[in-house]
């Protein structure tokens, strides 16, 4: 088994931090192998961000995604550029209010108003990477809710523990709504 993960979007939005988080959980208690990579655009924040993870239950020879089983789309200039790498069976994740156009394919698409929910139910948009996870975590099966808030209150400052634990089960719950 290989699962290929990509989450993009824009410098800034939390994809790098939020792909550590993901690839350590997984680590830690999927037993499986992960590698986690990132790329910033040039601009830094703003530009094209993304982080990619790599998961599988054998030693991982080639660190680098190839044929992407989810993506995460939260940009359209990412949804563009990484959709091409996407499986045919694959799992397209957007926010609908970001990225206007879709690809077409065989692929399953959920459309999340990611940015929003953050801004509407935590009153800042930069808890839009944790709600993208709890919402992956659901969709996807690859980690549980569990593991995965246990392994973002580790990577979190203190003072913003309760946000980030209600973010990732906001995610989580809209991540299982949009499969039903």
Not at 17 to 38: F, M, N, R
Not at 109 to 127: C, D, H, M, R, W
């Amino acid at each position: 088994m290989r699962f290929e993960i990509c989450l993009s979007g824009h410098g800034g939005q939390g994809m790098v931090l939020g792909g550590k988080i993901l690839a350590e959980a997984i680590a830690l208690y999927q037993d499986k192998h992960v590698v986690q990579t990132q790329s910033y655009g040039p601009e830094a924040r703003g530009g094209a961000s993304r982080s990619e993870i790599v998961v599988s239950d054998e030693e991982i020879d080639y660190p680098k995604v190839t044929q992407l089983n989810l993506l995460l789309a939260l940009s359209q200039e990412s949804c563009d550029k990484y959709s091409v790498n996407l499986e045919s069976d694959g799992i397209l994740i957007i926010d609908p209010l970001e990225v206007k156009s879709t690809p077409k394919g065989n692929f399953k698409v959920y459309s999340i108003p990611i940015i929003q929910l953050a801004k509407n139910e935590l009153g800042k948009t930069l808890f839009a990477n944790i709600i993208a996870l709890g919402a992956i975590a659901a969709i996807s099966g690859i980690v549980n809710q569990e593991e995965l808030t246990r392994t973002v209150l580790k990577h979190v400052p203190e003072k913003t523990k309760e946000d980030n634990q209600k973010a990732l089960e906001l995610g989580y719950r809209t991540g299982q709504t949009a499969i039903k």
